[in-house]
Structure formats: C-alpha cells, structure tokens
C-alpha cells in the first residue's frame, strides 16, 4: 500500500498566522496553500464572510520529514470549534541537537507555553511539551528507537 497519514489541524481564523509561525520556529515549507479570497476566484459559488479573505482554505507545510495540513473550519461541523488537549503534534529525531535547536526556537516566541520543560525523562535523553500561540500541543522527543 503506498499513502500516507498527515495530521490536519483546524484553526478556526488563525491559520494564516499559525503558517507564519510554522515557517519562522519550525522551519516549516508551505507546499500549498489557499485562502478564501483565492478560493472565491476559483470557485464564484464559494461564500465566506467579510474580513475572512486571508482564511486559508487548504494548505500543505513541509516540516522536517513530514506534512502538516492546516485550515480555517472544523471537521465536525455538528459540534462548536474546539482546539482540544487530548492531541499533540510530536516532532522526534534521534539527533539531540535537532530537537534542542527546535525547542529552543520554539520557547522564544512569547506566546508559546512551556508545558513541560526540555530534559530527559525514563525514555528519553531530551523531551518537553509546549503549547503553540494557537493551542496546539507540540512534543519534542528525542528517540532511541529506529521508527
């Protein structure tokens, strides 16, 4: 089977600026990327509301090995918006240095919160948690496995 599993983060208006914060504190490469004005020009049936045309639509980011897909509206339509505690990115790497440099790029924004912070715990010589200027949990883990 060749496909592969990208999370999608839904950030209800603030996904254009989460792009920009991906980019400068991750390293982040926008592969794609939408908003609703251009969608609009795409499609002239697409209806959003006024001051929504830097809404990203659909975007791709490039982030280290992976993809990160990001957009405005919720999945489930059915309930309220909400940015839930019970899912995380988690960036690993078997490189310390990788991690330390990401984490450490991450705590200067003064927005992020550290959750947990960066040392070594019983299964790693190098973790921490921090909360992202849009309430996205991001691990950072140092590996000792080859997955």
């Known amino acids: 089977m060749n496909f592969e599993v990208i999370p999608f983060l839904s950030l209800n208006g603030k996904g254009a600026a989460a792009i920009e914060f991906y980019e400068e504190y991750l390293g982040a490469t926008v592969l794609f990327k939408k908003n609703y004005k251009e969608m609009k020009e ?3 049936n697409f209806i959003y509301g006024e001051g ?3 809404y990203i639509t659909h975007s791709v980011l490039q ?6 897909m990001l957009a405005e509206k919720e999945m489930d339509n059915t309930q309220p918006w909400q940015l839930g505690n019970s899912s995380s990115l988690c960036i690993q790497s078997q490189d310390k240095i990788v991690i330390k440099d990401l984490y450490d790029s991450l705590i200067q924004h003064e927005k992020v919160a550290i959750l947990v912070p960066y040392e ?6 190098g973790y921490a948690i921090v909360r992202d200027p849009f309430g996205v949990i991001i691990q950072l883990c140092v590996t000792v496995h080859d997955f």
């Open 42 to 44: 795409m499609n002239p």
């Open 52 to 54: 929504q045309d830097e």
């Open 63 to 68: 982030i280290g090995a992976n993809k990160l």
């Open 120 to 125: 070594p715990n019983a299964f790693s010589p």
